[in-house]
Structures are given as structure tokens and as C-alpha cells.
């Protein structure tokens, strides 16, 4: 009971957004081109199957491959149900994104009152925008991402925050899942890295000298 007192609110959110990305996902004409080419591959045993089948493909998403299979393996493989796997992880990010605002919030040494207001917008904002509702109704990679790139913020703000392992470890590992849900972003990321090393290092110097004085 203290549990939903404490967090009725974005329960409310979470549980609209579930009823609002639900409406029409078993969609008349069936999983498009894309989605019936994921399936078909996720439908295969992991991972020789998967790499028989298409291994470019399931080299760019290994995790996402593994869990879709997961998910149809106990749930069934109607349209509604596989597309019901990234509703699942959407409204996981809503809530993630709620705890986000929080850790930012935290960040900016606000007091708790604002803290819950943070994470109240952000998670609202999240759950009505229609990009994130539109590819929450899609069976592909997105919500996933969109929820590993969630936690990213939530660990990578305590990490700034704390300086301690347990954050920096959840940060590694949520950064992990999200690499290999999603390869072809490593390349993306070493360049970035790469042309922007130095300022990066700057950056993140700056910030730390902010929470330590602070």
C-alpha cells in the first residue's frame, strides 16, 4: 500500500499510457515488411537458427533477437502479442523515465518536492509523445532502446552524483544491453568519441568540479 501511495501518480501515468498504445495495435493488415523479417528470424532457435537465417541482421540486434524469441516462446506469436512486447518495454519507460527526473533532479541538488515534479513532466511528456507511441506500436528494437537509454541517464547521473561503484557498474551494464541491442550504434559511438575526446573530457571534469564544490 505504501508502495502505490508513494508512486499513485506515475502509476496513473503508466497505466494511461498502456491503455492509450494497446488501442489499435492488432492492426488489420497484419506485421509489415520489416516486422514479419525480424519475426522470421527471431522465430528461429538462438543463435544458430538466427544466424542461419539472416546473420547481418541478427548481428545488429543480438539481445533484441534473444528476448523477441523469449517473448514468443511464452507468450504465442499472434500480431497483438509480438507487438505487445514493445508496449511492455515502453511503458517500462515510462517509469524509467520518471526515475530519470528524479536522478537529475538529485543532480541539481533540488529539494524533493521538485525532484518529483522532474520526474512527473519528464515520464508525462514521454507517455504522450507521439513518436514514442507510434514505435512503441511496432514490432522492432525501439522501446527497448528507448528504455536502455533511460537507465543510461538514471546510472549516469548517480555515478556524476555519488562517485561510487555501484552506479558506475549499472552504468557498464546498462550500456552493455544497450550495445548489443543495438550494434551498428558502436561504430557511431567510437566516432563521436573519437572527433570529441577532449571536449568530452572537459565536460565531464567541469561537472564533477560543480558537485564536488557543491
Request: charged share 15%.
Amino acid at each position: 500500500m505504501n508502495f502505490i501511495k508513494k508512486y499513485r501518480l506515475i502509476i496513473v501515468i503508466a497505466l494511461a499510457s498502456l491503455i492509450i498504445r494497446v488501442m489499435n495495435l492488432d492492426k488489420a493488415g497484419g506485421l509489415w515488411y520489416d516486422e514479419a523479417t525480424i519475426y522470421s528470424i527471431a522465430s528461429k532457435s538462438f543463435p544458430q537458427g538466427m544466424m542461419h537465417a539472416d546473420a547481418h541482421r541478427f548481428l545488429l540486434f543480438p539481445l533484441y533477437y534473444f528476448v523477441y524469441h523469449l517473448w514468443i516462446s511464452l507468450l504465442g506469436n499472434s500480431d497483438f502479442i509480438i507487438r505487445l512486447m514493445s508496449v511492455f518495454f515502453d511503458v517500462l519507460s515510462v517509469g524509467a523515465a520518471y526515475f530519470a527526473g528524479i536522478a537529475l533532479g538529485e543532480f541539481l541538488n533540488k529539494d524533493e518536492k521538485i525532484n518529483e515534479r522532474i520526474g512527473v513532466t519528464y515520464s508525462l511528456l514521454y507517455a504522450l509523445n507521439s513518436s514514442f507511441i507510434y514505435y512503441a506500436q511496432e514490432a522492432k528494437f525501439y522501446s527497448l532502446t528507448f528504455l536502455l537509454v533511460n537507465f543510461l541517464i538514471i546510472f549516469w547521473l548517480k555515478f556524476l552524483k555519488q562517485q561510487d561503484k555501484k552506479s558506475s557498474a549499472l552504468f557498464y551494464l546498462a550500456n552493455f544491453f544497450l550495445i548489443y541491442t543495438y550494434t551498428s550504434q558502436i561504430q557511431k559511438t567510437l566516432k563521436r568519441l573519437n572527433c570529441k575526446f577532449s571536449k568530452l573530457r572537459k565536460l565531464s571534469a567541469a561537472i564533477l568540479k560543480i558537485v564536488q564544490t557543491k
